[in-house]
């Protein structure tokens, strides 16, 4: 089993729709969950951490299950600026990528359609 | 500006020949990261550093060398005993964690602009 697993996608959604990505990871020591946004031939930008009781920021919210391992990401009202690749990305380490190792996804690519 | 430069964007070299890529970050950030990211695929820790003079090997580190004289540097070189050398590279940094109140506010890697290094 791979370490941090997501669908690949596409997903291509029409403006204002809502849409769901997934993500597993193996290691049950992980204990910092994030979601980057990288779009086309760009670097990584930190989207949000995933916190155990959930989290929403804006049209985003991003949840954590830890007895499945399972890392969710919602978008509600999407906009074409949405489109772009989300990459799951988790560590061993509580504080965060600091202490040396995320271990990332290799992403969903999102297409927003107008 | 605070933030993390990388160059070249673009980088072509021949086999056989040694290439350093450059990373520099203004922002007094301790931690410093290169990544290399193959299309379709996520991204591997090639090396990491905590602190100056000081580094660890990541997951692929062969046929790479990295070294931490500066704070603000921290420049990979890839060597010709790399066997697949094209590809996206990316540096990173992250701040301390000392002296941080919230314990929540985990840490980010900020990320520079990249290198697309090619091999003919």
């Known amino acids: 089993r791979k370490e941090v697993e997501q669908d690949p996608g596409p997903f291509n959604v029409p403006e204002g729709a809502t849409v769901a990505f997934n993500c597993t990871y193996s290691?049950?020591?992980?204990?910092?969950f994030f979601w980057y946004r990288q779009d086309c031939r760009k670097e990584p930008k930190l989207l949000m951490s995933?916190?155990?009781s959930g989290n929403e920021d804006g049209r985003f919210t991003a949840q954590l299950n830890r007895a499945s391992q399972y890392i969710s990401l919602l978008i509600r009202d999407s906009k074409l600026s949405d489109s772009a690749t989300y990459l799951c990305v988790v560590t061993p380490f509580p504080y965060g990528g600091s202490q040396g190792n995320l271990i990332f996804g290799k992403g969903t690519k999102l297409s927003v359609k107008p | 500006d605070g933030g993390i430069t990388q160059s070249p964007k673009y980088l072509f070299r021949k086999e056989g020949q040694n290439v350093t890529l450059s990373c520099e970050q203004n922002?007094?950030?301790?931690?410093m990261y290169w990544y290399r990211q193959d299309p379709g695929q996520g991204l591997r820790l090639i090396y990491y550093s905590q602190i100056v003079n000081d580094f660890q090997k990541g997951d692929i580190a062969e046929g790479y060398s990295v070294s931490r004289e500066k704070k603000e540097s921290f420049p990979l070189t890839v060597t010709s005993a790399q066997k697949n050398p094209t590809a996206f590279y990316l540096c990173?940094?992250?701040?301390?964690?000392?002296?941080?109140?919230?314990?929540?506010?985990?840490?980010?890697?900020?990320f520079g602009p990249g290198t697309r290094l090619t091999v003919l």
């Open positions: 995933v916190y155990s």
């Open positions: 290691n049950s020591a992980s204990q910092s």
């Open positions: 922002l007094n950030h301790d931690a």
């Open positions: 990173a940094s992250s701040p301390p964690l000392i002296g941080r109140p919230d314990s929540r506010t985990y840490n980010e890697q900020f």
